[in-house]
């Protein structure tokens, strides 16, 4: 199981409550998504996220 900081936690747990879906939904409607997505919006939003992770903010 891959290890998740308390910040992304916190995101997931908020967005579950938002929807009224449990952890597990959420996280399956985020992987639906990404599957939605072309590759120029993937890479875009690849490229946010490792900046997050640069930045500390996750």
Known sequence: ML???PII???VQKKALAT???LK???YV???AI???DEKRL???ADRVHQMQVNGEI
Do not use: C, P
């Open 3 to 5: 290890s998740v900081s």
């Open 9 to 11: 936690k916190e995101l």
């Open 20 to 22: 009224r879906l449990t």
């Open 25 to 27: 939904e959420i996280i």
């Open 30 to 32: 985020g992987m639906l």
């Open 35 to 37: 599957d939605e997505l």
């Open 43 to 45: 890479q875009e939003l």
